[in-house]
């Protein structure tokens, strides 16, 4: 009776998403990334100097607007080449292909950063469902659900021991008005940080740097009324 009324009003979407991309995808791929970047830093040395930065930066943007080509997203961000292969059988499918894809970032005095770069999957999903009439899904909910499925997925991660270390979660809110290279900004600040992470020192719930010309976006990622998942509305398409 429970499960059904809470399919009814449709609660705990971006919980169960979150839930489904760390156990389904990042549980898997995680503990591998680190010897994929290994691998390739032999026959690269220069492209991957910097080992703070051997993770999987998984792009969450909080309006859901996933692009298919990085590239597209931001001139700013180049594709370099895939990072080794992971294969596994997994539900019935035989030699399941994990990969993940290495890019350049370049910063305003020309210079390349690299770092495996791709989008949280499942916000496409969050995305579809506000363009779908019969999902009763409006951009509020959106908004709302990308928070949680933001806030969720960081505590599930937090809490995993063999995904330690291994990834960097880029949360940002971007407005239409946002400049061109937003998003390379965005990652660069992150990668800064990673770099630069002795002299980051933590201060109560804030961190401070010593200076960095990378402003990451202050996000207020509370959800409104509670901490629980809220009913979703099928107004305000």
């Known amino acids: 009776e429970m499960s059904e009324m809470s399919e009814r009003s449709k609660k705990n979407v971006a ?88 890019y350049a970032i370049r910063d305003e005095d020309n210079k390349l950063w690299h770092c495996a770069l791709e989008y949280a999957t499942p916000l496409q999903s969050l995305y579809a469902m506000s363009q ?39 949360a940002y809110d971007e407005s239409e008005e946002s400049e061109t290279h937003f998003l390379s900004r965005e990652i660069l600040w992150h990668l800064w940080q990673q770099r630069h992470e002795e002299y980051v020192v933590r201060e109560g719930n804030h961190l401070h740097t010593s200076s960095t010309s990378f402003d990451s976006t202050e996000l207020n990622l509370q959800i409104s009324g509670s901490d629980q998942p809220q009913s979703l509305r099928s107004d305000c398409f």
């Open 15 to 102: 919980h169960g998403l979150a839930w489904s991309y760390y156990i389904g995808y990042l549980k898997i791929v995680l503990p591998r990334v680190k010897k994929s970047m290994e691998e390739f830093s032999k026959t690269n040395p220069s492209g991957l100097a910097c080992r703070e930065t051997w993770k999987l930066h998984i792009l969450v943007p909080l309006n859901c607007d996933v692009y298919d080509d990085l590239e597209k997203a931001d001139s700013n961000i180049q594709y370099l080449t895939d990072l080794s292969e992971t294969t596994l059988t997994r539900a019935g499918t035989k030699r399941r292909v994990y990969k993940h894809s290495l």
């Open 132 to 170: 779908d009439e019969c999902a009763a899904f409006s951009r509020e909910d959106r908004l709302e659900q990308a928070k949680l499925f933001y806030r969720t997925l960081e505590e599930i991660l937090k809490g995993s021991k063999e995904c330690s270390g291994t990834y960097r979660l880029i």
